[in-house]
């Protein structure tokens, strides 16, 4: 903990919690950096979901739409380690103009072609002049994730060691306006002029977010290598000189594994992803067995409230002492909760299971991130970061294949005249929408037995020990002392 925290939380009497000030130093740059982080996710986003809207009204095909689905998942997680480099050996100013630029420049070259393209080719789903629209857009949006890496690695470098679970609580909680914005102006935005619009949109904002870039300096003096962060304080052996600017997939795999349980937790997360799938694969399909799609749709942008506040409430209350416990802890409440929802049909239970989802997401993706920024050297966290990413993200698309036949082929003809039909049927219910929720059932209670044996397992209390014992991690080797800012135009560090 830094000296200026460790002041604000002792206090007059040492009882004193440490709060964010975000009107003050460095972490006044953090949060003008969320805000444009935020306006620019909200219309990478929008463009995701307006496509997949767009593609779906003009085509009529759900292969189309779940093609670009896999498009996202599959650029998502092949890109994270690269991605992660990147951060890692550029200043983190930079890599922010630089996904914003190559999005503003795909962005226009996309929508020059829809303008110039008659509409009746965007109506063929073979069309090939729609899959390189459709291409181009998804590439435009993937850039933007060197933002989503390199912004828990910023929250290292501006905020101090005792205050960043707060801050990791706010990136959530624009996580959740971002998804609360997407849900409802995409929508809005393709019914009035198609891709037109939602283009415009974005152009106009990733102009306006590299111009704000510009007033925005951020205190990293420079990149440092591996070699030179030695000895700093962080948990893990040293792992020898930086690669230069390669991917370095071997150097970031020593370096997770010299962590004691951090290799764990990533598998942890990726598991509950691969489960997570099942939600993301079935969870439409159920829902709307009970609603219709306008009460449906109207009901996920509600739901992202909850997200908002959970964000809001680990920025004001923090995540105690051990994020590690906190993270399984939070795990078991959502997998209990989604165990007992579709119990019955029921749309009452389940907006209040997903509103508990929802709420607990921030949780569990900022005490990962605030044991990430404890445990990694600085010089190395983008790529771990971009290493975790990718393996909890190739997660969730697996699952998506393998459930949706499953569910489609065994579970629902079980519960429909089968024999689940015939043995539980009397009180769980009968037909399609009770074997979707038979298997969000069973995939709920295979996570709560995972978490539960993670809580007595022996990464698990290794990876607390290392938490807990290993110096605070910083940045403040790339941020310039007052003397080296003499005549720089670098502002001087709270």
């Keep these: 903990m830094s000296p200026t925290t460790r002041g604000r939380d002792a206090g007059d009497d040492g009882a004193r919690a440490p709060r ?14 969320l805000v444009n982080a935020l306006f620019v996710s909200v219309v990478n986003y929008t463009l995701w979901f307006a496509v997949t809207f767009w593609v779906y009204l003009q085509t009529r095909s759900v292969f189309a739409t779940g093609l670009i689905a896999g ?29 914003a630029a190559v999005s503003l420049a795909i962005y226009l070259v996309c929508l020059v072609g829809y303008l110039l393209t008659p509409p009746e080719v965007f109506r063929d789903p073979a069309s090939v002049r729609l899959w390189v629209f459709v ?9 933007g994730n060197l933002r989503t890496i ?7 470098l501006l905020v101090p060691e005792g205050l960043r679970d707060r801050a990791n609580g706010l990136v959530g909680t624009a996580s959740g306006v971002s998804f609360l914005v997407t849900s409802v102006i995409s929508g809005l935005l393709v019914a009035v002029g198609g891709m037109r619009y939602v283009l415009v949109l974005a152009v106009v904002v990733l102009a306006g977010s590299l111009l704000h870039l510009t007033r925005v300096p951020i205190p990293e003096r420079r990149v440092v290598s591996t070699a030179a962060a030695e000895g700093q304080g962080s948990a893990g052996p040293p792992d020898g000189p930086d690669p230069g600017r390669g991917v370095d997939v071997r150097g970031t795999l020593r370096l997770v594994r010299g ?42 942008g509600a739901l992202s409230a909850a997200m908002i506040v959970g964000g809001l409430a680990i920025a004001r209350l923090g995540l105690g002492d051990n994020p590690v416990r906190t993270l399984l802890l939070v795990n078991l409440v959502l997998w209990l909760g989604t165990a007992l929802f579709p119990l019955r049909s029921s749309i009452v239970l389940l907006a209040i299971g997903m509103a508990v989802f929802m709420f607990l997401v921030p949780f569990a993706e900022a005490s990962e991130q605030t044991v990430l920024q404890r445990v990694v050297p600085y010089e190395r966290q983008g790529r771990v970061f971009g290493f975790a990413q990718s393996v909890e993200q190739a997660a969730s ?3 998506a294949f393998l459930i949706s036949p499953i569910a489609q082929f065994v579970v629902i003809p079980f519960m429909t005249d089968g024999a689940g039909a ?11 929408d009770r074997g979707l929720a038979l298997v969000f059932v069973v995939t709920a209670l295979v996570g709560l037995l995972v978490t539960v044996l993670a809580l007595l397992s022996r990464p698990y ?11 605070p991690t910083t940045g403040d080797a790339d941020v310039p002392t007052p003397e080296a800012t003499v005549g720089a135009g670098v502002p001087e560090p709270a």
């Design 461 to 471: 209390r290794r990876l607390s020990a290392a938490y807990r014992g290993s110096a």
């Design 135 to 143: 291409v181009l857009l998804m590439l435009g949006v993937i850039a």
């Design 259 to 300: 962590v004691p349980g951090l290799l764990a937790l990533i598998a942890f997360s990726c598991f509950n992803n691969f489960l997570g799938g099942t939600f993301m694969a079935l969870m439409d399909a159920y829902g709307l067995s009970l609603v219709s799609v306008e009460v449906w749709g109207l009901l996920w």
């Design 20 to 33: 964010l000030d975000l009107r003050r130093g460095t972490q006044r740059t953090f949060a003008r950096v």
């Design 397 to 399: 698309p697996l699952t």
């Design 150 to 156: 390199a912004l828990p690695t910023l929250v290292t």
């Design 422 to 432: 015939r043995t539980i049927g009397g009180w769980f219910g009968t037909g399609p």
């Design 71 to 99: 498009i996202f998942l599959v650029a998502t997680a092949s890109t994270g380690i690269w991605f992660g480099s990147i951060v890692d050996h550029h200043r983190k100013h930079r890599v922010f103009q630089a996904s």
